[in-house]
């Protein structure tokens, strides 16, 4: 049953599973378009010796699909308030970034000493913050005057059409808790204002592209991911009927998937 006192966040991120069926739902059916991550580098614009920092590390993804051009000389501190997602990380860049150290860490009370670095990535995880305006806060100040805070978030339109399949799923089992992006802090459309009162310029950067799904698995797999089933005899039941539910879906065509997304530049 739904349950007020529920940690989504943490429940969703206990460890990476969740997130690499959503990674692997975007690689699947991306097409031709670049990474996000990908693209999002491209506006980085930091000293050769930078100390970066990263919150909300998650797999490591934006680390793993530019590791053709991480300058060699940075220092790299990478974070998550999830001790199994870092684990993961850990894991995952472990040939990407030897040197790099990993934290525990969230972005709502950071350890780090002012003006500590020249760099720092929030990347799909402010919205995750209980006041994403603090988060904001603490990063400019662990950041020297000047330096970047790069933030990519999602807009009000992302991936809409997945998120009205899964209304379908939580009307079909009442008794499981589905995630809707309902409570969102952080987006595309919002972002601006809530950096704007700790950093003095904040760019917007827009990335808003489709992808076009045709295979039944990956589908059934991210719905999945939005699925928490605190009764073990409804595991298998779930399982079945969102693979069927995902193959009805795709029965008469392809569903398009819109994805809206922003990148912020705050300094
Ligand atoms: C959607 S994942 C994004 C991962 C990665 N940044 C990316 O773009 O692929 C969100 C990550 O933020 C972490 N997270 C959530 N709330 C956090 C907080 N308050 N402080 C630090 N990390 C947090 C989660 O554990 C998860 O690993």
Redesign the pocket.
């Known amino acids: 049953m739904p349950n007020e006192r529920f940690d989504a966040?943490?429940a969703?991120?206990r460890d990476a599973g969740r997130?690499q069926a959503?990674?692997a739902f975007h690689e699947r059916f991306g097409g031709d378009v670049p990474d996000l991550?990908r693209r999002a580098w491209d506006r980085i614009d930091a000293p050769d010796d930078a100390r970066v920092l990263?919150?909300?590390?998650?797999?490591?993804?934006?680390w793993r699909v530019n590791r053709d051009r991480v300058p060699p000389r940075w220092r790299a501190t990478l974070?998550?308030?999830?001790p199994g997602?870092l684990d993961e990380a850990r894991r995952a860049l472990a040939d990407t970034l030897p040197n790099a150290s990993f934290e525990v860490?969230?972005?709502?009370a950071l350890s780090f000493e002012d003006a500590s670095f020249d760099l720092a990535?929030?990347?799909?995880?402010l919205y995750?913050?209980?006041d994403p305006s603090v988060?904001a806060a603490e990063l400019r100040r662990v950041l020297r005057p000047g330096s970047a805070l790069h933030a990519?978030t999602n807009g009000a339109a992302h991936l809409a059409e997945v998120h009205a399949l899964a209304a379908d799923v939580a009307t079909a089992w009442p008794h499981v808790r589905v995630d809707t992006p309902d409570a969102l802090s952080f987006t595309a459309e919002n972002g601006a204002t809530c950096l704007g009162a700790a950093f003095d310029h904040v760019e917007r950067v827009v990335f808003d592209d489709a992808l076009l799904v045709n295979e039944a698995e990956p589908l059934a797999d991210y719905l999945a991911s939005l699925v928490y089933i605190d009764d073990d005899a409804l595991h298998g039941p779930v399982r079945a009927w969102l693979a069927a539910f995902a193959r009805e879906r795709l029965a008469c065509g392809a569903l398009v998937v819109h994805r809206a997304c922003a990148l912020f530049i705050a300094s």
């Open positions: 966040v943490a969703a991120y997130l959503r990674i991550h990263e919150i909300g590390v998650g797999t490591g993804k934006h974070t998550d308030r999830s997602m860490a969230d972005a709502m990535f929030a990347h799909h995880m995750h913050t209980t988060a990519l």
